[in-house]
């Protein structure tokens, strides 16, 4: 039987919390809040190091702490879905990060539960986590971005190279049909 602890802390600390997520949210891309209810502490344990992993901001803060702390910030469209037991993840790396990381442990695990999603300060519908992990990373998206660059310059070189190519095609032919 699970005991409920009710810890109390003080002002030094709610204050250190609330200074502490707002300033994460003032530099993250995108953030995630989930209902935890029900997750043992080794799960939880397990979300956290697969955060840390994934530069992913992952803290379990009172509700009215976390209000405070994302005043001001691009993640205040989350204030009022903040009801219940909740986790924040904020990417701050990539703005797909977070996403990735909840979705994949929902498939581990069915009991965390996605309350809402935001990205550039808008409340996206929680169903869109799914386009939000799907975003590349910074790395997909500088090689896709060569690839469009690259295949324009690849094209002018093949056809610039083309003429010659097809007079040394010729004379290979001329040459074989000679020697015949």
């Known amino acids: 039987m699970r005991r409920k ?17 707002g300033e994460v949210a003032k530099n993250a891309l995108s953030a995630v809040t989930a209902e935890y209810r029900g997750l043992s502490v080794g799960e939880m344990s397990q979300l956290r190091i697969q955060a840390r992993n994934s530069g992913v901001y992952l803290r379990v803060v009172r509700n009215t702490l976390a209000r405070r702390a994302l005043e001001g910030t691009d993640f205040a469209c989350l204030q009022d879905t903040l009801v219940g037991p909740l986790l924040l993840a904020f990417s701050q790396q990539e703005p797909g990060a977070a996403a990735r990381l909840i979705r994949a442990f929902i498939k581990q695990n069915e009991k965390l539960v996605v309350k809402a999603v935001a990205l550039d300060g808008q409340l996206l519908a929680v169903n869109e986590l799914e ?21 324009p310059i690849t094209k002018l070189v093949r056809t610039l190279a083309e003429p010659q190519a097809k007079l040394v095609r010729t004379l290979v032919a001329v040459h074989e049909k000679s020697n015949t």
């Open 5 to 21: 602890t009710n810890v109390t802390l003080r002002l030094e600390d709610k204050q250190a919390i609330v200074a502490e997520v």
């Open 131 to 151: 386009k939000l992990a799907d975003l590349p990373t910074r790395d997909e998206a500088i090689a896709m971005l060569i690839a469009v660059i690259k295949a």
